[in-house]
């Protein structure tokens, strides 16, 4: 299973670090994904990075800004956000699937969230 942390309150223009533990499981052979889902609104993916690192990928709204890295010998994953907007607030979510997609729906694991919240 999945555990998120790092969700809290931030200002505009702020940073947080989202971290992600795998446990009971294999890591080090998926590719890991955030995700984010705000109040109302669909479930929408942020980032994706593949087993080795050499591959990640970003949505649009977050590149720039946002960095996905893994630390496989820890079975971690994170995602550093840096200049949030109030846009960003979500509960966000961390999965993983075989091959780094953009498709949720191709995921087959995930955590239960980490709520972060942006205010200006």
Not at 72 to 91: I, S, Y
Request: some cysteine; charged content about 20%.
């Amino acid at each position: 299973q999945l555990v998120e942390s790092g969700g809290g309150w931030v200002q505009a223009g702020g940073s947080l670090r989202l971290s992600c533990v795998a446990s009971g499981r294999t890591f080090g052979g998926y590719a890991m994904g955030w995700f984010r889902q705000a109040p109302g609104k669909e479930r929408e993916f942020v980032a994706t990075i593949s087993w080795n690192s050499e591959t990640t990928r970003y949505a649009d709204s977050v590149k720039g800004r946002f960095t996905i890295s893994r630390d496989n010998a820890e079975k971690t994953v994170f995602l550093q956000m840096n200049n949030l907007k109030r846009e960003d607030t979500a509960v966000y979510y961390c999965a993983g699937a075989r091959t780094p997609y953009y498709s949720a729906a191709l995921y087959e694991f995930w955590g239960q969230g980490t709520q972060v919240t942006v205010s200006s």
